[in-house]
Structures are given as C-alpha cells and as structure tokens.
C-alpha cells in the first residue's frame, strides 16, 4: 500500500518568514495530493489540494509543488502569522479508486513567533 | 448545515468494556470514514464506506467494527476495548453525487481513553 512520509516533525519560524514542509509517496499509482491544517481541538480542514496533472498551484500565501518523477511534494508558505501556528498533514490518493482513500503523513507541528 | 457531527467527544472506558461512536454528517455525502490520529502517526483509516448498507477495512480495522444502516450515520463500535485503542477518532465525509470535489470534511473528534 501506500507510504507517506512528511518532514519536518516540527517547524518554528518567525512571523513573517516563510515555511516549507516536504513530503514523499511511495505509490506511483497516486494522483490526489491534498494537504490539511489542523488547529487545537479541532478536526483536520483542507487548505490546498494537487492534482497530478499539474506540477504547481498557488492559493493567495500558500502554494504546493509536485515532482511525480521523484515522488515528492511540498507546501509553501509564505509571509507566515501567527495564525498560520497548527498542525499540517499531506496526503496522498488515487482518485476514482473505491472510496477516494487517503494515506497521510505524520505531519508537522508549525509554531510562528510573533 | 451542522457539516459532520461525533458523538460523544471525550469518553473514559475500562479494558474489556464496549461502546459505540456516532458519527453524522448532513452533506449527502456518499463516502464515509473513520480515522484514529496517534501522536507523530498521523491520521491512520479504520473502517470505511462508500455508501448506505456498505463498509470496508481500511489499514488498522482489527478491534472494530462499523455500519452504515443510514446514509447520513456511520458507527465505529469497539467490543472489547484495549488500552492500544487510547486515541483521538475523526470521522469524516466526501463526494457529493454528480460533484467531482474530493475534499474529506472531518468532524471535531472523539477522545478516547482506555484504562
């Protein structure tokens, strides 16, 4: 099956820097990359989402860059703030495969220092 | 629109005792899931549906179990809990009929903790 690995585990930046999370697949098959922010006590919320057709996608501060030749892909964030601190996971999925599942990552901890 | 709902939130049991966790969503949508989240393991699937009166394993079934008798409901029940099943489970919901959109809405979570 499927192996997501993200790195880091956590990452602590300063208010305004920007942030990179990388992460790998191990399924060549897999063609849905989403990534998800999850805040405290809440459950995990999409943010960005990839599509293996395509090799980058920009959303306002945040942008997500794919390399289907080496199996990886990234999260960017740019002019980080405070609100950005939370927990963020990437997933990997074939889509139209039974039941669209998702395979994440251990996911990493974002702290931004004000 | 209340998105997905879990039910309860936080619950104590003893080992070897049984419950069962609620999970609702008013999205129509059709695929159903639930997760266990450990520290530094991320998000890990139990149990799955992809419709009313269906389910399937996911990568950690064992100890549970589910059912989806309506579409809008989905059960993870544990009948005999272990301290291993100590965790944070999210349900979550996808795909609207006729919609190409993937997005797996989760709902807020349940901690449980086995004793």
């Known amino acids: 099956g499927e192996n997501v690995e993200q790195h880091p585990s956590t990452l602590s930046v300063q208010e305004g820097d920007s942030a990179v999370i990388k992460c790998t697949y191990s399924?060549?098959?897999?063609?849905?990359f989403p990534w998800y922010k999850q805040e405290l006590g809440k459950g995990p919320q999409l943010i960005i989402d990839?599509?293996?057709?395509?090799g980058e996608k920009k959303d306002q501060r945040i942008a997500v860059t794919l390399n289907k030749t080496a199996k990886h892909f990234s999260l960017h964030i740019t002019e980080t703030q405070p609100e950005d601190s939370a927990v963020y996971f990437c997933?990997?999925?074939?889509?139209?495969?039974?039941?669209?599942?998702?395979?994440f990552g251990g996911g990493t901890r974002v702290l931004v220092k004000p | 629109n209340a998105g997905v709902t879990q039910t309860p939130k936080f619950r104590v049991l003893k080992t070897g005792q049984s419950m069962t966790l609620l999970c609702a969503q008013d999205?129509?949508?059709?695929?159903m899931y639930w997760y266990r989240q450990d520290p530094g393991m991320g998000l890990r699937l139990i149990h799955y549906?992809?419709?009313?009166?269906?389910?399937a394993k996911g990568e950690v079934p064992d100890g549970y179990n589910v059912s989806r008798l309506k579409k809008q409901n989905f059960l993870l029940g544990l009948e005999s809990a272990a301290p291993s099943q100590t965790s944070v489970y999210f349900c979550?919901?996808?795909?609207?009929?006729?919609?190409?959109?993937?997005?797996?809405?989760f709902g807020p979570g349940t901690r449980l903790t086995v004793t």
């Open positions: 979550a919901s996808s795909l609207q009929e006729g919609r190409l959109i993937y997005e797996q809405y």
């Open positions: 399924d060549s098959a897999s063609n849905y």
């Open positions: 990839i599509r293996s057709n395509v």
């Open positions: 997933a990997a999925s074939m889509i139209k495969a039974a039941g669209n599942k998702l395979t």
């Open positions: 999205m129509n949508h059709e695929y």
């Open positions: 549906s992809v419709g009313e009166g269906t389910t």
